[in-house]
């Protein structure tokens, strides 16, 4: 019986709206405990998209009516969006969201299980046109849905932002299959889409689809109709991305910015082999269940028992074994960092030659790669168990989801920092267009790093942009990605000086201290 309820659930006419209605209920479910806890996914870059996705219309309205735009890290630097990933593409997803929903925290929990729910949409995708089994490419969904990994990574949006990737991988399926070249187009839109949502998964994209164009020389590199589609394709894409291209290189060459990378910082975010033994700090099995900071969230890269047995069984079973450890190591080497314990990694080196080390900041966030790959090995022996024992497939499954999904999430008190404080706001409507406002902590909250859900030296630089969005007005505070050099001088010279010289313009300094608005 239970595997005839199995087997009717593998029908492949299972339509993709079905599905990703199922998994957006799913994560909606699952993640209602933020908002109900009054929490966001993170207390560091989920401050930071709220001030980004705010931002991005408020200066595209002043651009158009010429007013001049306000802005963080001020005196006169480059506009905030040119550091760091500015995730243009995830704004299109939010904003229409908050606009109806008007909470941050509600609308960026929905923002979350949209992300969430289209990343399971793109491998069911891929995993029904591989397979012709629509269970088994729901519960691929599931998989990466639900991953130790990406639980784990709620905090980031740009990380956890895949679902362009695996949309051109499917459609670059379709166009495999038929050769139809609209197929080819879309792709290449959703690459661009990509790119827009996180350049690091662009890269990792670019690198995916280079290999297994190296893979298939014979087919579309040695063919000369295939090859001149490939290149008018390239050309296509590379219009789409080429505003990115124009801020990330303007951004990287100008004087005004300070990128801190080095080796030392690189290390402490990389992927080391311990962290496949590292879970998310409320997991059911290998938790502790006490609060983390950023880092070791940032390496929690357990994949689960269940997970490394179904991998293997897919090793074995799989006709394209090769092709996934192809794929595997260039990323193994990427997450893994500059060092490779004894000897400097080929891959980093490769990276420095061409400053792709400085935009890698984050060199674990390759292991999403690798967690794919994963996932697509075992699916190879996935049908096959279904077949010839549910009740092994079940518990296996059953299993995944103990060993990844945590019985609770990580908490942070947002909604205290939602609304700007009101003697904040009464302060800044008293600043004139010389004064710019510098927002001091106390030494209650000037710490290096967040003990629980507190406010750390870093994201109440977040939080302080987020509230610049209510109002309005220039001010000293303010960090992404690459630190502005202007802000990097400040935090080191004397911190009561009262002017700041800018191109020749004296501006004073406006203080206000957090006691003063009782935070």
């Known amino acids: 019986m239970m595997k005839n309820i199995l087997y009717s659930l593998s029908n492949p006419s299972l339509s993709a709206q079905k599905v990703f209605l199922l998994y957006f209920l799913f994560a909606c479910i699952f993640f209602l405990q933020l908002p109900l806890h009054s929490s966001l996914p993170g207390n560091w870059d989920s401050w930071l998209y709220l001030y980004l996705f705010n931002y991005y219309p408020e200066y595209i309205r002043n651009c158009l009516s010429g007013a001049g735009t306000y802005q963080a890290f001020f005196p006169e630097t480059l506009p905030p969006f040119i550091f760091g990933e500015p995730s243009f593409f995830n704004a299109l997803l939010y904003l229409p969201i908050q606009w109806v929903v008007r909470s941050p925290i509600w609308s960026f929990y929905l923002f979350i299980s949209l992300v969430m729910s289209l990343n399971a949409l793109g491998i069911f995708l891929i995993i029904k046109k591989l397979k012709n089994n629509s269970f088994i490419a729901f519960v691929s969904g599931l998989l990466l849905m639900f991953s130790n ?112 990378v080095n080796d030392e910082v690189l290390k402490s975010i990389s992927l080391h082999f311990k962290d496949f033994l590292q879970s998310h700090p409320y997991n059911l099995i290998y938790g502790d269940g006490q609060d983390k900071t950023i880092l070791y969230y940032l390496h929690s890269a357990l994949p689960g028992v269940s997970v490394v047995i179904l991998t293997f069984l897919g090793f074995l079973k799989s006709e394209n074994r090769w092709i996934y450890i192809i794929l595997l190591i260039p990323f193994l080497l990427i997450a893994l ?150 802000n990097a001088d400040l935090r080191i010279k004397n911190k009561d000086i009262d002017s700041i010289v800018q191109n020749g313009q004296s501006f004073k300094v406006k203080r206000i201290y957090l006691e003063e608005m009782e935070y």
């Open 149 to 260: 990994y990406m639980m784990s990574s709620l905090d980031q949006s740009n990380v956890l932002s895949i679902y362009p990737s695996l949309f051109t991988i499917y459609y670059l399926l379709l166009f495999h299959q038929n050769q139809a070249k609209k197929f080819l187009y879309i792709a290449c839109l959703c690459a661009a889409i990509q790119i827009y949502c996180s350049g690091y998964h662009f890269l990792f994209l670019g690198v995916t689809i280079a290999l297994l164009l190296l893979l298939n020389a014979r087919t579309y590199l040695l063919n000369k109709q295939r090859f001149i589609q490939l290149v008018t394709a390239s050309v296509f894409l590379l219009i789409l991305i080429s505003p990115f291209l124009f801020l990330y290189i303007f951004s990287y060459s100008a004087e005004t910015t300070v990128n801190s």
């Open 337 to 486: 960092g500059p060092d490779l314990y004894f000897v400097k990694n080929p891959v980093y080196i490769l990276m420095h030659y061409f400053s792709l080390d400085q935009f890698m900041r984050t060199p674990v966030r390759a292991y999403i790669v690798i967690l794919l790959i994963l996932i697509l090995l075992s699916v190879e022996i996935l049908p096959s168990l279904l077949k010839k024992s549910p009740y092994l497939f079940l518990l296996l499954l059953g299993l995944y989801l103990v060993e990844n999904v945590p019985y609770r999430l990580q908490y942070f008190e947002s909604s205290r920092y939602t609304q700007a404080p009101e003697k904040l706001m009464t302060f800044t409507n008293s600043l004139k267009d010389d004064e710019v406002l510098w927002i001091q902590p106390s030494k209650l909250y000037d710490i290096k790093e967040p003990v629980g859900a507190g406010l750390g030296q870093v994201n109440r630089e977040y939080i302080y942009m987020y509230w610049q969005t209510k109002f309005k007005k220039n001010m000293v505070n303010g960090m992404n990605g690459y630190v502005p050099r202007v």
